[in-house]
């Protein structure tokens, strides 16, 4: 099975748009491919978004928009699992981009969370990303979402090597 991780930075408190992608595709039990993109999310940035993920207004000058990105970012998210950590919202975030610019893409898609996939694997302790990453001796540059993304897929990796089946993590997101 092929698994999408992927992570978004916003770039305000209402998270309906992306400032940045990374996305760390999973084949066979490794990191197989990458990708990354700054977002120009045509919306003011809060002073806290920018504080957590060092993006703002003059990073993103010249980056694509979600319209402009979605071409080259959708066969990837359409090649696999969707895999976050805490799905919720970064499926959430694409959900809402989605339906900001009028894309029609799935009515529902195939996800995966590590946070939750982690409760059941490891009960006990702390599945904040960072924790997690510490847990593993797993490189983060926390609210980066190359990083992000790259931790997430090896927390995926980790879990597989130890035996866990994600099949029986997946579940469908609406996207409508």
């Known amino acids: 099975m092929r698994y999408i991780a992927f992570d978004v930075e916003t770039p305000n408190r ?26 120009d999310p045509e919306q003011p940035f809060d002073w806290f978004n920018t504080q957590l993920t060092g993006i703002d207004s003059e990073a993103v000058l010249g980056a694509p928009t979600f319209w402009e990105l979605w071409p080259r970012i959708e066969p ?11 799905a919720p919202f970064d499926l959430g975030v694409l959900k809402k981009c989605l339906r ?15 946070v939750r996939m982690g409760r059941r694997l490891l009960p006990g302790i702390s599945h904040r990303l960072g924790d997690m ?25 980790r879990y597989m090597e130890a035996g866990a089946d994600p099949g029986r993590y997946v579940r469908y997101y609406t996207m409508e």
């Open 76 to 86: 990837i998210l359409s090649s696999g699992v969707l895999v976050a950590h805490n």
């Open 133 to 157: 990453c510490e847990y593993y001796g797993i490189d983060l540059n926390h609210h980066r979402a190359d990083s992000d993304s790259l931790a997430c897929a090896a927390i995926l990796i």
């Open 100 to 114: 900001g610019y009028g894309i029609e893409w799935r009515t529902e898609v195939p996800g995966l969370c590590t």
């Open 14 to 39: 209402y998270n309906n748009r992306m400032s940045a992608i990374g996305i760390a595709v999973v084949e066979d039990g490794r990191i197989a491919d990458t990708f990354y993109s700054l977002v």
